[in-house]
């Protein structure tokens, strides 16, 4: 460290019990609860608090969902008995709520830090040693994104800690594709850099965040395509929930091609994207948006001088505990590459201060729900009822549509159900897959059910309160017992 340092700066160097590289939903989480465990704690980071969350993903994509989800409800008030004329919508309006969201949320994570005696350092950090950085300024990227120049420039200060977190999360990347390099051609990144509706837009990848794009625009007017590789939209979701999401889109007007590729996209008048699978097309786009792909933020931070192993795709391999190959060197959230969630990195993060304070904390990643803010909504948790079958279960599964619960037909909002996959010897819950109005508040009963190993008697006999749209738990736990009581039962 010394070395690489001038005298003048060596004087500078600044000691903490850890330090925290990243201050994405996973960094600043960490760097609290280490704070709270009172340890001095630094932390670095190069844009905003809140890292792609609350800044490029999770957060302004909601808040530009709502808009969108508004808009619909107000386009459908005479379905409610209002009357609601000449609806519109001021897209501008829509991103300055969205940046009000964002900046809201960011000032105050940045407030918590400061609170819990977190130092937060502005710059880009690079090993120097084991667990010693020197940290850079920055030069200012694109508007679009990215938003800071790649290689970090001036070293401007240093920091050595007992521990250090690498918390440095992923970027979005373009896909292989010939025209891939176009103008028009952009990541979820560069999305929010457009301040219009497209007319036309492709969205390569049906995906959660391809997904959730694509309903955003077609609320908006735009004409929307979506290209996916795999059979259904949601892959990863139990198989189906993606064929609703399909029959859903499709109904909405947006055109979805599955067991399909983009071959190559040109430019002509417009953006020509040439699609190659079952039904083989060429489509003209004011705009193409890959919604799949991200790689780790790995790069130029000196993981090769610490001694730190990276894989192939340069994701850092982490344990239970999330330490690296190297002593006092952790790493958490989307660079572990483990799920490149929100909350998992979040969760990492509470685990691993537990652990650099002394504490004897893992993480089981058997428990993790996630859910897409696609209309309608979409949330799971568990094992699908393929994967279930794969691992040896005879399982039983059964569905309750939102059709046949009070609540959501007062709500008027009745698309969708509830899958639930249990074993069929003890009745265990081994999965739950919802598709509808809230399914990403509703998933949280699931996931507790998994982790506290309930099975559906006990689910069927909690008394759940009416009229809401949580029963439907209930109600899918009675169905898989052959015992529904508002849906007919079926044929013995």
């Known amino acids: 460290m010394v070395a690489a340092l001038t005298a003048q700066q060596t004087q500078s160097v600044r000691e903490f019990d850890l330090l925290v590289i990243g201050g994405g939903p996973g960094g600043y989480v960490a760097a609290i609860r280490a704070a709270q465990h009172g340890l001095s704690v630094g932390l670095v980071e190069k844009e905003r608090?809140?890292?792609?969350?609350?800044?490029?993903?999770?957060?302004?994509?909601?808040?530009?969902?709502?808009?969108?989800?508004?808009?619909?409800?107000?386009?459908?008030?005479?379905?409610?008995?209002?009357?609601?004329?000449?609806v519109g919508f001021d897209y501008a309006a829509v991103r300055r709520r969205m940046a009000d969201v964002v900046t809201g949320l960011t000032d105050g994570v940045a407030g918590l830090l400061k609170a819990n005696g977190v130092t937060v350092i502005e710059g880009h950090a690079r090993f120097t040693g084991p667990t010693t950085v020197e940290i850079c300024d920055l030069a200012p990227g694109p508007v679009d994104?990215?938003?800071?120049?790649?290689?970090?420039?001036?070293?401007?200060?240093?920091?050595?800690?007992?521990?250090?977190?690498?918390?440095?999360?992923?970027?979005?990347?373009?896909?292989?594709?010939?025209?891939?390099?176009?103008?028009?051609?952009?990541?979820?990144?560069?999305?929010?850099?457009?301040?219009?509706?497209?007319?036309?837009?492709?969205?390569?990848?049906?995906?959660?965040?391809?997904?959730?794009?694509?309903?955003?625009?077609?609320?908006?007017?735009?004409?929307?395509?979506?290209?996916?590789?795999?059979?259904?939209?949601?892959?990863?979701?139990?198989?189906?929930?993606?064929?609703?999401?399909?029959?859903?889109?499709?109904?909405?007007?947006?055109?979805?091609?599955?067991?399909s590729t983009v071959s190559s996209i040109a430019r002509a008048d417009a953006l020509r994207v040439t699609v190659a699978g079952p039904k083989p097309a060429e489509i003209d786009a004011d705009v193409v948006l890959f919604g799949v792909g991200r790689k780790p933020n790995t790069a130029d931070l000196g993981l090769a001088v610490a001694g730190v192993a990276v894989?192939?795709?340069?994701?850092?391999?982490?344990?239970?505990?999330?330490?690296?190959?190297?002593?006092h060197v952790y790493a958490i959230g989307d660079v572990t590459g483990k799920a490149l969630l929100a909350h998992v990195a979040s969760h990492q993060g509470l685990t691993v201060a537990d652990v650099v304070a002394g504490h004897d904390k893992r993480i089981d990643y058997d428990v993790v729900p996630a859910a897409t803010f696609t209309h309608p909504e979409i949330a799971s948790v568990g094992l699908t009822e393929a994967e279930a079958k794969a691992a040896g279960h005879d399982p039983v599964t059964a569905k309750f549509p939102f059709a046949a619960l009070g609540r959501a037909r007062t709500f008027g909002d009745t698309e969708g159900f509830v899958k639930i996959v249990a074993g069929r010897e003890h009745g265990e819950v081994l999965g739950a897959h919802i598709i509808g109005p809230s399914a990403s508040d509703l998933i949280t009963e699931a996931a507790l059910a998994i982790t506290l190993e309930a099975t559906l008697d006990e689910l069927a006999d909690t008394i759940h309160a009416h009229p809401t749209l949580g029963e439907i738990g209930m109600e899918a736990a009675l169905a898989a017992l052959g015992l529904p009581v508002h849906i007919t039962p079926p044929k013995r």
Request: proline content about 5%.
């Open 145 to 259: 994104g990215p938003r800071y120049a790649a290689q970090a420039a001036e070293v401007v200060d240093a920091a050595t800690a007992r521990d250090v977190i690498i918390a440095t999360g992923s970027t979005p990347i373009p896909l292989p594709i010939p025209g891939a390099d176009l103008l028009g051609v952009i990541t979820s990144d560069g999305a929010f850099g457009l301040t219009a509706v497209p007319e036309r837009i492709v969205i390569v990848g049906g995906s959660a965040v391809g997904a959730e794009w694509a309903s955003l625009f077609a609320a908006f007017g735009a004409a929307v395509t979506v290209v996916e590789m795999r059979d259904t939209l949601v892959p990863a979701e139990d198989s189906d929930i993606g064929a609703a999401l399909g029959r859903s889109f499709t109904q909405r007007g947006i055109t979805v091609l599955t067991g």
């Open 311 to 327: 894989d192939e795709r340069g994701f850092v391999g982490v344990d239970d505990q999330l330490r690296t190959n190297v002593d």
């Open 49 to 86: 608090p809140g890292g792609v969350c609350l800044n490029w993903g999770c957060i302004p994509t909601k808040a530009m969902l709502r808009s969108a989800e508004v808009l619909q409800t107000v386009r459908d008030a005479a379905v409610y008995g209002v009357q609601a004329d000449n």
